[in-house]
């Protein structure tokens, strides 16, 4: 399975439109069988920026794409508008993976937060789908991430959740947030950091970019995209 992972649009003031353009179009290029964008499409929650996010990844030509939101998303009481705006699914399962939605985002706030009843949730949910490969999205950082400075909003409840997934042996998380691309791997867990994709703010990695990631059936290889650009390993 080959999936495009993006993640920070930021719609508003520091969007760059011609940039997600590139992206998109390259996106289109490469086929991919899921497209995954890990929150902050807007920069304020704002309904004008929806739309502007809306308009925008519908440019991508993959009927597997998946949505969840980010803090700031959730500012202005955005995350009502989100429901407006996009198709909000828990799991959604392909072939032989499974896509599980981890919602971090909470309204008026920068830090992430998962919480016990979301953490049973994904533990039952992980289990029901034990002989699937599963794929773990959410907007938040579980992990810090190199080169962006002192870090006061990761998840605040990382420690659980971590060994939620490692103890039901999921495969890979894919997030954001922090606008810099980067790939962990913590015991058999693969956690795979997007940059920014159209967004002027950046940080460790001067580049808007995305992520392209492989799953085979023994074997996850991740890399990153630099838009209009090359190609860089995270393994």
């Not at 304020?44 to 597997?64: F, H, M, S, V, W």
């Not at 907007?139 to 060994?163: E, S, Y």
């Not at 980067?182 to 990695?205: D, K, P, T």
Request: hydrophobic share 40%.
């Amino acid at each position: 399975m080959l999936i495009a992972h993006i993640s920070d649009l930021h719609c508003g003031h520091e969007f760059q439109p011609t940039v997600f353009a590139q992206a998109a179009q390259e996106i289109n290029s490469l086929d991919p069988d899921l497209v995954v964008v890990t929150g902050d499409l807007t920069d304020n929650g704002l309904l004008g920026q929806y739309r502007e996010a809306k308009k925008r990844l519908d440019t991508i030509r993959c009927k597997n794409l998946v949505v969840t939101s980010g803090n700031h998303d959730y500012r202005s009481t955005g995350y009502l508008l989100f429901k407006q705006a996009f198709k909000f699914r828990r799991t959604v399962t392909i072939g032989d993976t499974v896509i599980v939605v981890v919602g971090t985002a909470r309204p008026e706030r920068d830090e992430g937060e998962v919480g016990h009843r979301q953490v049973v949730w994904l533990q039952n949910t992980l289990r029901r789908h034990i002989r699937k490969r599963t794929v773990i999205m959410m907007h938040h950082h579980l992990v810090q991430v190199p080169d962006t400075g002192p870090d006061t909003i990761p998840i605040i409840d990382a420690g659980d959740v971590l060994r939620a997934l490692i103890r039901s042996k999921a495969d890979v998380v894919l997030g954001g947030h922090r606008h810099r691309p980067w790939m962990w791997n913590v015991q058999n867990l693969s956690i795979i950091h997007a940059g920014s994709v159209s967004s002027e703010r950046l940080r460790g990695f001067f580049h808007n970019s995305y992520n392209m990631v492989e799953l085979s059936k023994d074997e996850v290889r991740a890399k990153l995209k630099v838009v209009g650009g090359k190609s860089i390993s995270l393994n």
